[in-house]
Antibody, heavy 121, light 113 residues
């Protein structure tokens, strides 16, 4: 059974940093693209970042480029999102999701329960 | 970026009736080399993460009831629930994955009339 468990969300001041983690199990983690999607309170879904399962290529939404860094540790079956220079508009539940394939040009097959990041002074 | 626009924003349908949600993309999401539409539909119930319902525009995810169906090609797509059940109350999102920079529609809230 595929399981994705996010952690690391917290209340942080503007300009602060966090590292979000997503522990994966139930599938060959290294073979699949992984994605972060966020959802601000009461709002819709926003794609944030993706890392390929074939060559570890990384991609970012313009809204987070230069501030967020996605990475993966295949030995630990864990996906990360380093979030820096946080702004109020980054407040959201952050979901990790497993793509259906390795490239990232795939639907998001499984989702974690999410971790809440709140940016406020 | 490819912009995804759903209509309507909200919808109220009687139990057992048909519900139809539309999604338009600002450019085609049909990849000519494999003739696949890079379009998915997700269902999100309150307090839960999204759940994949339909991908490649019309392929139902395993375990999804057959009252859910997807259709369309190019820039116009439809999610149809043939006979609405109480458990179908949710927000529905379309998503394109034609671009590596995936984008979602704004969501359609489906309620019981």
């Amino acid at each position: 059974e595929v399981q994705l468990l996010e952690s690391g969300g917290d209340l942080v001041q503007p300009g602060g940093s966090l590292r979000l983690s997503c522990a994966a199990s139930g599938f060959t983690f290294s073979s699949y693209a992984m994605t972060w999607v966020r959802q601000a309170p009461g709002k819709g879904l926003e794609w944030v970042s993706c890392i390929s399962g074939s060559d570890d290529a990384t991609y970012y939404a313009d809204s987070v480029k230069g501030r967020f860094t996605i990475s993966r540790d295949n030995s630990k079956n864990t996906l990360y999102l380093q979030v820096n220079s946080l702004r109020a508009e980054d407040t959201a539940v952050y979901y990790c999701a497993k793509a259906q394939g390795s490239s990232g040009y795939d639907p998001l097959h499984y989702w974690g329960q999410g971790t809440l990041v709140t940016v406020s002074s | 970026d490819i912009v995804m626009t759903q209509s309507p924003d909200s919808l109220a349908v009687s139990l057992g009736e048909r519900a139809t949600i539309n999604c338009k993309s600002s450019q085609s999401v049909l990849y000519n080399s494999n003739n696949k539409n890079y379009l998915a539909w997700y269902q999100q119930k309150p307090g839960q993460p999204p759940k994949l319902l339909i991908y490649w525009a019309s392929t139902r995810e395993s375990g999804v009831p057959d009252r859910f169906s997807g259709s369309g090609s190019g820039t116009g797509f439809t999610l149809t629930i043939s006979s609405l059940q109480a458990e179908d109350v949710a927000v529905y999102y379309c998503q394109q994955y034609y671009s590596i920079f995936h984008t979602f529609g704004q969501g359609t809230k489906l309620e019981i009339k």
